[in-house]
Nanobody
Framework: QVQLVESGGGLVQAGGSLRLSCAAS???????MGWFRQAPGKEREFVAA????????YYADSVKGRFTISRDNAKSTVYLQMNSLKPEDTAVYYC?????????????????WGQGNQVTVSS
């Protein structure tokens, strides 16, 4: 089992940057990791994912070229660097861990979730 604690959200102006962190307990390197987000009144949507050894990454089209997912297995932490932020990026961001080999882009493929972290981008 793994526990996930997110940090790094906040308020930023459009065009700015934020870095989210997600610290994990347990055997972090055993899990593929993902980031999702959920805006008010909308379904939770995929943002980015990274394989256990960090050799494969996946991105939603809406964030490709602006966001970068990375992980440091020695620190048991996954990151989401968000640049060129837009108001439509405003949401609660969640990190998630997958113990298996599920669909990286679907929420149901993940076994553990963080508590969520608010990101607000003002225009």
């Amino acid at each position: 089992q793994v526990q996930l604690v997110e940090s790094g959200g906040g308020l930023v102006q459009a065009g700015g940057s934020l870095r989210l962190s997600c610290a994990a307990s347990g055997s972090f390197s055993r899990y593929a990791m993902g980031w999702f987000r959920q805006a008010p009144g909308k379904e939770r949507e995929f943002v980015a994912a990274i394989s256990r050894s960090a050799d494969i990454t996946y991105y939603a089209d809406s964030v490709k070229g602006r966001f970068t997912i990375s992980r440091d297995n020695a620190k048991s932490t996954v990151y989401l660097q968000m640049n060129s932020l837009k108001p439509e990026d405003t949401a609660v961001y969640y990190c998630a861990a997958d113990a298996g080999y599920s669909d990286r882009m679907k929420p149901h493929g993940y076994d553990y979730w963080g508590q969520g972290n608010q990101v607000t981008v003002s225009s």
